[in-house]
Each structure stands twice: as structure tokens, then as C-alpha cells.
Nanobody
Framework: QVQLVESGGGLVQAGGSLRLSCAAS????????MGWFRQAPGKEREFVAA????????YYADSVKGRFTISRDNAKNTVYLQMNSLKPEDTAVYYC?????????????????WGQGTQVTVSS
């Protein structure tokens, strides 16, 4: 069992930056690929970024590539999402995810554990 708690969301102006954190509990945390999804009002939950258990491979949605960076610190049981050059269309609830597998990470059905979400609002 893995519990995930996100933090770091908030209100920021377009062009600004935020760093989200996801603190995980559970002895097997470091064995999971981890990721971030987001969901805007009236829209489906969509993939943002993912990182393998070792941190050696990262994956990004085209919409955030070059602006967002995912990383993890297994010693701290924490995964991060650094978000730069934020746009109003990045406004959403951001969810941390732990996967049960290491393939198809863009698919939310592959997620084994979800966090409760943190709101990110980007004003124009």
C-alpha cells in the first residue's frame, strides 16, 4: 500500500513557476514508477509526466514538454513537478500517481494509487 499526499499548488500569473511535491508513504515506494496527471473542470483526467523507479527515464505530454520537469528523490520518498512558463490552460487539479507497471504510463488506468490532488490556477 502506498499513500500519496500532494502539496505546492496555488495561484500564479501566466509565465510564472510552481513546484509540486508528492510525499509517499509505504515501504515499496521506490519500486514504483511515479507520475502526474491533471484534470480541468469538465475535462477528462490527462497525463502530464512520469518517471521510472530509478529516475533514469522521464516522459512528458507534448503540451508541457520543455516547460515541466519531473524528478524524484527516493531517499525522501518524494516526487516533484517543476512547472515553468505556466499558461492559463495549465489550470487544473494536479494528481500524483503511483503505477503498478512501467509501460503505458500515459494511461490513467495503469495507475495503482492516486493522491488527493492539489489545485493549480494560472491567471492571465
Amino acid at each position: 500500500q502506498v499513500q500519496l499526499v500532494e502539496s505546492g499548488g496555488g495561484l500564479v500569473q501566466a509565465g510564472g513557476s510552481l513546484r509540486l511535491s508528492c510525499a509517499a508513504s509505504g515501504r515499496t515506494y521506490s519500486r514504483y514508477a511515479m507520475g502526474w496527471f491533471r484534470q480541468a473542470p469538465g475535462k477528462e483526467r490527462e497525463f502530464v509526466a512520469a518517471i521510472t523507479w530509478s529516475g533514469g527515464n522521464t516522459y512528458y505530454a507534448d503540451s508541457v514538454k520543455g516547460r515541466f520537469t519531473i524528478s524524484r528523490d527516493n531517499a525522501k520518498n518524494t516526487v516533484y513537478l517543476q512547472m515553468n512558463s505556466l499558461k492559463p490552460e495549465d489550470t487544473a487539479v494536479y494528481y500524483c500517481a503511483a503505477y503498478g507497471i512501467t509501460a503505458g504510463l500515459e494511461d490513467p488506468r495503469r495507475v495503482k494509487y492516486w493522491g488527493q490532488g492539489t489545485q493549480v490556477t494560472v491567471s492571465s
